[in-house]
């Protein structure tokens, strides 16, 4: 039941990362529209000019889920020096290992998804063209 519910957590986190990453690309397209535009008059083809933004959308989800990672593991060391100061046996048998590392990579590989769908989202409309 835990499992399910942090499935479903995380799902709606990923979610809601990847519009977030495709607000942040979205901008970053608006900040390089006039770039854009230069490089489709001298013959760009779109995958071409895509490359980076999809490049940055999917850098930022790996960042991302590897700070994830890392907020955890601090979270799970703070709780596992607070539980070793009551000395309780329960708690501690709860908190005897980290998440393994299959899950840990699987955190940032979702990071990366995120990021690779959230730059998809953004890129799917037309570029903004420059102002005249």
């Given at each position: 039941?835990?499992?399910?519910?942090?499935?479903?957590?995380?799902?709606?986190?990923?979610?809601?990362?990847?519009?977030?990453?495709?607000?942040?690309?979205?901008?970053t397209m608006y900040a390089h529209r006039e770039e854009v535009e230069i490089m489709?008059?001298?013959?760009?083809?779109?995958?071409?000019?895509?490359?980076?933004?999809?490049?940055?959308?999917?850098?930022?989800?790996?960042?991302?889920?590897?700070?994830?990672?890392?907020?955890?593991?601090?979270?799970?060391?703070g709780g596992k020096y607070l539980v070793s100061q009551q000395s309780t046996s329960?708690?501690?048998?709860?908190?005897?290992?980290?998440?393994?590392?299959?899950?840990?990579?699987?955190?940032?590989?979702?990071?990366?998804?995120?990021?690779?769908?959230?730059?998809?989202?953004?890129?799917?409309?037309?570029?903004?063209?420059?102002?005249?």
């Open positions: 039941m835990i499992n399910t519910a942090g499935m479903i957590v995380g799902s709606i986190l990923a979610l809601a990362a990847a519009f977030m990453i495709a607000n942040v690309i979205r901008l489709r008059l001298v013959g760009a083809t779109e995958r071409t000019i895509q490359g980076p933004f999809l490049l940055e959308g999917l850098l930022q989800g790996v960042i991302g889920g590897i700070l994830a990672v890392a907020v955890l593991y601090a979270a799970f060391e329960l708690w501690g048998s709860i908190f005897l290992t980290f998440l393994p590392w299959q899950k840990s990579l699987a955190l940032v590989a979702g990071g990366m998804f995120a990021g690779l769908v959230g730059s998809w989202l953004s890129l799917r409309e037309t570029p903004p063209e420059p102002f005249a």
